[in-house]
């Protein structure tokens, strides 16, 4: 073999590897591989694709070898059109014995850096940008007729809207002024004049974390550290319990390696919180979740490591500590998007596993002295699902959402999916999935928060796309019998 076959082969290893990555993709890859003259729909995705965003490399520079966090998938089906256009490139490069700007990441244990909305890559000027999708990312519910949703709009400003009892509206958000995009990602809320919703922002040369507050008349921005500086700092989730006491979780590049982040509002100021990043100095330790019980119990989620495996952390009231958690998947790796508490000492926390063909949903649950896994159904037709939210109700009832791959006649299609906990198990609920098929990507329907009020009455949202390469926002409402689409607001 020559040089020049030589240096082609491992350009196409390395693609192969990278779209073998991108399981959310599947359409697209499948296409790619096909051309490459290699099965794609049934080969088993490389781990991880946790990566939800690129802080950049140890050097500061955006690239495409490093991850920047979690949770990736959440944003993965709305960029498919745009990652499509990418992928058919990299594979017109390989057939003509090209080899791209970047080089492809390898595929692995470790995260390769998979794109997804929220991903800054580089652009001609040096700077990031971002690909923006209409998305719902976080709900909080004070009462059947009080309701926040925030996440992020095609605009590239945040997006925030209101249940009033009667229609979802839309609520201006505090995008900060230096703001080339920025979105939310979780919202808590204590009262009607309380809630903080959190995410990030990109001012040209950073990403920043962004911390807005409802004070009952508008949504202001709050000053939050942001220990990355150039290389990136992120918020995923955030819980309060009063109007003097909230947490903040997400991650941080310090140049070397992913570290988690912890904020904690004293009724002043924010201030970063000392937490354990057991991935090392040079490994990645994300968080993405956070639920409180209370001023001195308080509980975090996301992954660690290499290889990944879910990741748990507790506050006692005077420190975070590690606390051990179930890793069904071994090497094949896990994480964990989701957390919420159950009364004074219980808690669920949902993600996902990996397994030698697919990822499957992951559950997990403490009981007071550990957490142990607990079964989550497959469904039907499913080759592969995530978890992305969980919300436990009253008597002994909990919600889990995310979304699954089916197989259908034409293509792969993404669906929504929703699991409910009756005090015994967990079964699949039949809901809405107005995106379709995955004929023409990204035809794909993605729940991402869920939050519930009542047996009765309980809130889900997410995406879909429908043909639509900006996405359009999905939310759904139990009435104590189904699932159905409600309008988002205006």
């Known amino acids: 073999m020559n040089g020049h076959d030589d240096k082609l082969a491992r350009t196409e290893d390395d693609v192969r590897s990278a779209l073998r990555d991108l399981e959310q993709y599947a359409p697209a890859r499948d296409r790619v591989l096909r051309a490459l003259g290699q099965p794609g729909t049934r080969r088993r995705p490389r781990r991880p694709r ?17 991850p920047g966090g979690p949770r990736w998938r959440r944003w993965a089906a709305p960029a498919a059109a745009a990652l499509a256009l990418l992928v058919v490139a990299a594979a017109l490069a390989l057939t003509a014995g090209t080899r791209g700007h970047h080089g492809m990441p390898r595929g692995g244990s470790a995260p390769s850096s998979p794109p997804g909305l929220g991903t800054p890559h580089r652009n001609n000027g040096g700077l990031f940008f971002w690909t ?14 009080d309701i926040w ?75 939050s550290p942001s220990p990355g500086g150039v ?47 057991p991935g090392g100095s040079h490994a990645w330790s994300a968080l993405s979740g956070v639920a409180a019980a209370g001023t001195s119990s308080a509980w975090a989620v996301g992954y660690y490591g290499r290889p990944i495996r879910p990741l748990i952390e507790r506050w006692n009231g005077r420190a ?17 998007d989701a957390v919420a508490t159950a009364g004074r000492s219980g808690a669920w926390a949902a993600g996902n596993v990996g397994t030698r063909t697919v990822d499957e949903a992951l559950i997990e649950r403490w009981n007071g002295r550990a957490w142990r896994q ?14 992305t939210a969980i919300a436990a109700g009253p008597a002994a009832s909990a919600w889990a959402v995310g979304y699954y791959y089916a197989d259908t006649d034409v293509e792969p299609a993404v669906l929504t999916l929703i699991e409910r906990w009756n005090g015994r198990a967990w079964t699949q609920v039949t809901s809405p999935s107005p995106g ?55």
């Open 50 to 66: 946790r990566a939800r965003l690129l802080a950049g490399t140890p050097g500061g520079r955006a690239g495409a070898g490093w």
């Open 132 to 145: 923006h999708f209409n998305r719902v990312n976080g709900l909080a519910a004070l009462s059947a007729h």
């Open 149 to 223: 949703a925030v996440g992020s709009a095609a605009t590239g400003k945040p997006l925030i809207e209101r249940w009033n009892g009667m229609a979802w509206k839309q609520v201006p958000s505090a995008s900060p002024r230096d703001a080339k995009e920025s979105l939310l990602n979780s919202v808590a809320a204590t009262g009607s004049s309380s809630a903080w919703a959190v995410g990030y922002y990109n001012n040209g040369s950073a990403i920043k974390t962004l911390i807005e507050r409802w004070n009952g008349r508008a949504w202001t921005q709050v000053t």
């Open 231 to 277: 290389h990136g700092s992120f918020l995923a989730g955030v819980a309060a319990t009063g109007p003097s006491s909230a947490w903040a979780v997400g991650y941080y590049n310090n140049g070397s390696a992913i570290k988690t982040l912890i904020e904690r509002w004293n009724g002043r100021a924010w201030a970063q919180v000392t937490s354990p990043s």
């Open 320 to 336: 975070w500590t590690y606390v051990a958690s179930p890793n069904p998947g071994g090497r094949d790796g896990g994480a964990l």
């Open 374 to 387: 607990v079964t989550s159904p497959r469904p039907t037709g499913s080759r592969g699902s995530t978890l």
């Open 436 to 490: 379709g098929s995955a004929e023409h990507l990204p035809d794909q329907s993605l729940l991402q928060a869920v939050c519930t009020i009542s047996p009765s009455d309980a809130w889900s949202a997410g995406s879909y796309s429908s043909g639509n390469p900006l996405g359009k926002i999905l939310i759904e409402r139990w009435t104590g019998r189904t699932w159905t689409q409600l309008p988002a607001g205006r």
